[in-house]
T-cell receptor, first 112, second 116 residues
């Protein structure tokens, strides 16, 4: 089975801190995604990557950056966390761009 | 731009009955894929069913079926014989051509509660 692992299930950070959310997949998938999920808004795409060192902005990239140095790992970076970035963050991967996504369990981030 | 709409924030169904979760979409692309995902309280997103825009028949996966009405741009999920374990958030999603920057767009979700 495909496994997408997010490093933390719950995370509490302070305003202004630099935050790293890590995601690792074990199925050699080319494509990886970061979403944030907020009640009433569904999932919104932050960034995605279709190859190592490649990245594209999604709907809401402001305040975020990403890093993909290795195929299996896709990191989401909050350069200076703000309270409006308190949210559930979901990582996903897929082999082909148009196939279904495999999701991690999510990281609930609280910025105080 | 593509858009997915789920108009039912919450739904209730009696155990063993069928339930339909609504999803409408908007796209000008002829080629697209429609997905339904389930998210239980654990938080993980679970893929349920897929319908391609060129598929002639409605997709089915066990107790799940997708009522695909292309002209109406709707892709409703039908769950037959509901079980208590079906209580969860359900998300409809659409994937368009690769030229679109946003590979998968999601609706706001519907929270389904199955009553014993």
């Amino acid at each position: 089975d495909v496994k997408v692992t997010q490093s933390s299930r719950y995370l509490v950070k302070r305003t202004g801190e630099k935050v790293f959310l890590e995601c690792v997949q074990d199925m050699d998938h080319e494509n990886m995604f970061w979403y944030r999920q907020d009640p009433g808004l569904g999932l919104r795409l932050i960034y995605f990557s279709y190859d190592v060192k490649m990245k594209e902005k999604g709907d809401i990239p402001e305040g975020y950056s990403v890093s993909r140095e290795k195929k299996e790992r896709f990191s989401l970076i909050l350069e200076s966390a703000s309270t409006n970035q308190t949210s559930m963050y979901l990582c996903a991967s897929t082999y082909r761009v148009r196939e279904k996504l495999f999701f991690g369990s999510g990281t609930q981030l609280s910025v105080l | 731009a593509q858009k997915i709409t789920q108009t039912q924030p919450g739904m209730f169904v009696q155990e063993k009955e069928a339930v339909t979760l609504d999803c409408t979409y908007d796209t000008s692309d002829p080629s697209y894929g429609l997905f339904w995902y389930k998210q239980p309280s654990s938080g993980e997103m679970i893929f349920l069913i897929y319908q391609g825009s060129y598929d002639q028949q409605n997709a089915t996966e066990g107790r799940y079926s997708l009522n695909f009405q292309k002209a109406r741009k709707s892709a409703n999920l039908v769950i037959s014989a509901s079980q208590l374990g079906d209580s969860a958030m359900y998300f409809c999603a659409m994937r368009g051509p690769r030229t679109d920057n946003n590979d998968m767009r999601f609706g706001a979700g519907t929270r389904l509660t199955v009553k014993p």
